[in-house]
C-alpha cells in the first residue's frame, strides 16, 4: 500500500523567503504526482502535476521536481507571499487507475 | 480543466438523520470519485461512482452508510446516512481529465454532526 508523508507538517515563514515542501513516497511505480493547495474549510486547488518521465515542472513562481527512484518530491514556492499561506497536499497516482494515495499536508502561514 | 460545483457547501445536521451531498461537473466524465477528509487528515477515497453500474467502495466502507447514485455522466450524489459525529468532515467529489491526467476537485461540503 502506497504511503505518502509530508514534512514538515506545518511551518512559519517571513514573507518574500523561499518555501521548501517536501513529499515522500514508499512505492516508486507511479503515474504521476500532483501538488494541491487547500485553503481552510475548502476544497482543493491543482497547482502542479508531474508525469512520473519528468524531473520537474514550473508554473509562475512554483516549481516542483520529482525523484522517482528515490520517492520524493519537493515543491518550491520562490518569494512567499501572505496569500500563499494555506496547506500544500501531495497526491500519488498509481499505474492503472486513477484512485490517488495523499499525504497529510504542510500547513505554511507567511507572515507579512 | 473542469468546472465542479457541490451542494451544500456546509450544513449541520442532526445525529441519525442522513444528509445527500450533490456533485455536478462541466463536462461528461467516466469516473467520478468521492473523498472524505477528517478534522486535521488528509483525503480517504471512499468510493468510485461508476455511470450505469454500482459504485465501488475502498476498503472500510459500505454501501449502506454512503449510498452513491450516478444518473449520467455529469452528475453524482453521495448520501451519508444514519449520521453520528465521527462523520462530521469536509466531503469532496473529484474527477480526472483524461486530456491532461490531471484531478479536478469540488468546493467541498462541510458537514458537522451534533
Known amino acids: 500500500k502506497q504511503e505518502v508523508t509530508q514534512i514538515p507538517a506545518a511551518l512559519s515563514v517571513p514573507e518574500g523567503e523561499n518555501l521548501v515542501l517536501n513529499c515522500s513516497f514508499t512505492?516508486?511505480?507511479?503515474?504521476?504526482l500532483q501538488w494541491f493547495r487547500q485553503d481552510p474549510g475548502k476544497g482543493l486547488t491543482s497547482l502542479l502535476l508531474i508525469q512520473s518521465s519528468q524531473r520537474e515542472q514550473t508554473s509562475g513562481r512554483l516549481n516542483a521536481s520529482l525523484d522517482k527512484s528515490s520517492g520524493r518530491s519537493t515543491l518550491y514556492i520562490a518569494a512567499s507571499q501572505p496569500g500563499d499561506s494555506a496547506t500544500y497536499l501531495c497526491a500519488v497516482r498509481p499505474w492503472g487507475n486513477n484512485r490517488l494515495a495523499f499525504g497529510k499536508g504542510n500547513q505554511v502561514v507567511v507572515i507579512p | 480543466s473542469a468546472v465542479i460545483s457541490q451542494k451544500p457547501s456546509r450544513d449541520i445536521c442532526q445525529r441519525g438523520t442522513s444528509l445527500t451531498i450533490q456533485c455536478q461537473v462541466d463536462s461528461q466524465v467516466t469516473m467520478m470519485f468521492w473523498y472524505r477528509q477528517q478534522p486535521g487528515q488528509s483525503l480517504t477515497l471512499i468510493a468510485t461512482a461508476n455511470q450505469g453500474s454500482e459504485a465501488t467502495y475502498e476498503s472500510g466502507f459500505v454501501i449502506d452508510k454512503f449510498p452513491i447514485s450516478r444518473p449520467n455522466l455529469t452528475f453524482s450524489t453521495l448520501t451519508v446516512s444514519n449520521m453520528s459525529p465521527e462523520d462530521s468532515s469536509i466531503y469532496l467529489c473529484?474527477?480526472?481529465?483524461?486530456?491532461?491526467?490531471?484531478?479536478?476537485f469540488g468546493p467541498g461540503t462541510r458537514l458537522t454532526v451534533l
Open positions: 512505492d516508486s511505480a507511479i503515474y504521476n
Open positions: 473529484s474527477v480526472p481529465l483524461a486530456s491532461t491526467d490531471t484531478q479536478y
